[in-house]
């Protein structure tokens, strides 16, 4: 295989400036957002004692679910040893990095107390799922950075594959206790499932894929560097692949809650009669996140054209927001089965009086905060690509047939 | 309910309070009296020594003695925690605030779905022995007393809620607000976790009773040591079958319920 | 006792909130920040139960330089293991140092110019203890 160059993002400058005012006037109102939460309080949010992660968490975990599924491309050419990709992992490791900072930052700054961040990475609780997680996040991003390394130096380059098989593991990890996160809360009807785990590393291979090709796209264009179809085509498909296992998934995972009694008055809850739940299910994660894209990534004829499969990206990552929106919010929404074969039917409380669900509607500095750690890993990423030289200067087809 | 263990500390504390009662002639005023005595006795001087995990507090909670339309406990868990010096902050919304404000204890009214019998009942912190709570703080800030009172500590306590994600009652609460007015007795700040901790400001200062009890005029709660056989609410728990809620999920709760 | 003898509690102060991200929002926030509960009065000197004592819990240069290590611990050992006994805890500090008005009313411990807050202000050190307990003695 022809030698590969890497050259720091070149776009005109004033271009570059402009989106990273447009990216930082989102982290400055994400900021100002996170302030205002911290000084006044978490009333001023839509998060309440009944639906106690709103928002933000959404994005937040949609944002580290998505970064260790940014890592595939390095991992496949690491690890798989596919020479194809091996031209686009250094972008891979940066975003699996920036994507992780930024939803740690979110979940962070939502912190009732930010400002004993100090305590919670002092302090901990070794049963705890979240400080298991504490420890993977930042084990991550220092093992991805010196992944980067072994990409990026000449002297390195023998650790790369050993690093990037580390670097593979790890991210399953991460994301299996992402998922238990959820999964061992043995209280609640919604989570409580072993298959927890397994569908969150699902999504983070699809979400993950959605987002990278987004990001190569854009920069790739935005630079005039010639991208050819051979690439394309296998990023496109191996999208497509991803969004099919997690159909099967989504399916196995619904089935399983329709199947076992104990789970059975939350899948009708989700499928049925859930209001905004039930829209953001089949509308937003099944029909749009799901059937749309493949049927657009699977077309004979369409599946090339780039304009589609920015739209069948753009549509996962859609489908993404609204499949953590059902599991995150809906799980809370739907209330807790404290007494078998009762129904409350008066509670001083908010306990689901006649099984209703418990209420929340976002407020702007929630949307804000959310949006802003989203703004920020991008930011990052373009900040990245431009004093590093993390893109290849082109990736044409003869250059790719090794 | 739990085993009642008989350690030599409870006989010894026992013996010396029989023959205090026996003395003043007050030997069949029982449980009640033995309350008093340990008041009186010990609330000159606060706990100076660590809680032992030869005690372990509890509830029981007749059912059919708690009256419908009743929120006396609530009140006064309101008022002696603080909770009733919270205020609405300025724009907030009144829908919104009511899922907001914390809340110890509440009322609760279920029906069975078979026979349609109506149960009421005051639900709060269960005091799990394997509290899920505890396993998923991540800062150890939600922790289980020796004497089995789970609470949270707000010094270490970072606001992220797991606890709340975890609970299977809804007991915690979360401060929304800032807090500008507190009680000595129990301190409370914006960002952090809380719940009910069986009045654990008086269980230091060796009192009796907790303010739901002592406000609950139908003897709805008793409240007690379970690991003390002659205490008012181990004897109550032998003498009827009582419940645990959720008790699927083998938490081992220390507040329990009869007539559910 | 004089209150400005150059005493700088060592690791007192506490780390600043992670906000980097938003720090210029912070800066200009930061003025409209928690106005406290300081009454117009301040108290009247010699008001307190401490000024008509010989020394504190410790003598007082080991309490100058170190008390919050006494406070944090019997903090701990209050909240864990239920010890309550008031030699070094918070509530002891404010019920023996909080003064009077002239009204003879209690003036809030961390108003300005009061006993912790005046020293916590002369030397930097951010005093958060009572953003969560209560700044005045129980009355009885």
Redesign the interface.
């Known amino acids: 295989m022809s030698e590969i160059h890497y050259r720091e993002w070149g776009i005109a400058s004033p271009r570059y400036w402009g989106l990273l005012a447009v990216l930082s006037a989102f982290v400055v109102a994400g900021g100002c957002a996170a302030l205002y939460m911290e000084r006044q309080g978490h009333w001023v949010t839509g998060m309440n004692n009944q639906i106690v992660w709103g928002i933000p968490h959404v994005f937040a975990i949609f944002l580290i679910v998505a970064a260790s599924g940014a890592l595939n491309v390095a991992s496949v050419s690491s690890v798989f040893r596919q020479g194809l990709y091996q031209p686009l992992a250094r972008l891979s490791g940066l975003m699996a990095i920036t994507l992780l900072v930024g939803g740690l930052v979110i979940l962070v700054l939502d912190l009732g107390r930010p400002d004993r961040l100090t305590v919670a990475l002092t302090t901990f609780n070794f049963k705890s799922v979240f400080a298991w997680n504490l420890f993977l996040y930042i084990g991550f991003i220092a093992i991805v950075a010196v992944y980067m390394f072994t990409l990026m130096e000449r002297k390195a380059m023998a650790y790369a594959q050993g690093v990037g098989i580390l670097a593979f593991v790890w991210r399953l990890a991460l994301t299996t206790a992402t998922g238990s996160i959820f999964g061992f809360l043995v209280a609640r009807q919604a989570y409580a499932a072993a298959l927890m785990a397994p569908l969150f590393i699902v999504m983070s291979f699809a979400y993950g894929l959605a987002l990278y090709l987004l990001i190569m796209l854009f920069t790739f264009a935005a630079d005039a560097r010639p991208l050819g179809d051979a690439v394309l085509r296998r990023l496109k498909n191996l999208l497509g692949v991803f969004v099919a296992v997690l159909f099967y998934f989504t399916l196995v995972y619904q089935l399983t809650y329709l199947y076992s009694a104990e789970h059975l008055a939350f899948a009708a809850f989700v499928l049925r009669d859930g209001g905004l739940y039930t829209w953001l299910f089949w509308a937003g994660w099944l029909l749009l996140g799901m059937l749309v894209p493949m049927g657009i990534l699977f077309h004979p004829a369409r599946g090339m054209q780039r304009g589609a499969v920015i739209l069948a990206a753009g549509l996962v990552l859609l489908g993404g927001l609204c499949a953590l929106y059902v599991i995150v919010v809906g799980g809370q929404a739907f209330p807790l089965e404290m007494f078998p074969d009762h129904t409350i039917i008066a509670s001083g409380y908010h306990d689901g009086v006649d099984g209703a669900a418990r209420a929340y509607t976002p407020t702007l500095p929630e949307w804000l905060l959310g949006m802003g750690g989203f703004a920020l890993a991008l930011l990052c990423t373009l900040v990245g690509v431009r004093v590093l030289r993390f893109l290849p200067v082109a990736l044409p087809d003869e250059d790719t047939r090794s | 309910m739990g085993e009642p263990t008989d350690q030599p500390e409870d006989r010894q504390r026992r013996a010396f309070l029989t023959g205090a009662m026996a003395g003043a002639g007050a030997a069949a005023a029982g449980a009640v009296a033995s309350g008093v005595l340990l008041q009186s006795i010990a609330k000159a001087a606060p706990r100076d020594t660590p809680v032992s995990d030869q005690v372990r507090y509890g509830m029981l909670i007749d059912t059919s003695k708690c009256a419908d339309g009743c929120s006396d406990c609530v009140a006064a868990c309101d008022a002696e925690n603080g909770l009733d010096q919270l205020r609405k902050p300025e724009g907030a919304d009144d829908a919104l605030w009511d899922m907001q404000r914390p809340r110890w204890i509440r009322e609760v009214k279920i029906k069975n779905n078979s026979n349609g019998r109506v149960t009421t009942l005051p639900m709060m912190c269960q005091h799990c022995e394997h509290p899920p709570c505890v396993d998923v703080c991540p800062t150890g800030a939600s922790f289980r007393r020796a004497d089995g009172i789970v609470m949270v500590d707000p010094h270490t306590c970072i606001g992220c809620r797991y606890c709340m994600m975890a609970c299977p009652y809804n007991a915690r609460t979360f401060i929304h607000e800032n807090v500008a007015s507190q009680s000595t007795q129990t301190p409370r700040g914006k960002g952090v976790v809380e719940s009910c901790n069986l009045c654990v400001h008086r269980r230091d200062q060796g009192e009796a009773t907790t303010a739901c009890q002592d406000a609950c005029e139908h003897q709805a709660i008793v409240f007690g040591d379970l690991k003390d056989p002659d205490s008012a609410v181990s004897k109550a728990l032998a003498k009827q079958p009582s419940v645990q809620i959720r008790a699927d999920l083998k938490l081992n709760t220390g507040v329990r319920y009869t007539h559910v | 006792m004089s209150r400005s003898d150059r005493t700088a509690p060592a690791g007192a102060a506490?780390?600043?909130?992670?906000?980097g991200?938003?720090l210029?929002?912070?800066l200009a926030?930061a003025g409209s920040?928690?106005g406290g509960?300081a009454r117009a009065e301040t108290g009247v000197p010699g008001s307190a139960q401490a000024d008509r004592l010989e020394a504190c819990v410790a003598p007082t240069p080991f309490m100058r330089r170190r008390h919050f290590e006494l406070i944090e611990h019997q903090?701990?050992?209050?909240?864990?293991?239920?010890?309550?006994?008031?030699d070094h805890s918070l509530?002891g500090c404010?019920d023996c140092h909080v003064r009077k008005d002239s009204q003879g009313g209690y003036v809030p411990i961390d108003a300005p110019g009061e006993f912790c807050a005046a020293c916590h202000q002369y030397v930097g050190a951010v005093l958060d203890c009572f953003?969560?307990?209560?700044a005045l003695?129980?009355e009885d």
Do not use: N, S, Y
């Open positions: 506490r780390a600043m909130p992670g906000l991200l938003c210029a929002c912070a926030l920040g928690f509960i903090r701990d050992e209050t909240v864990r293991q239920g010890i309550r006994k008031t509530v404010v953003d969560c307990h209560a003695p129980t």
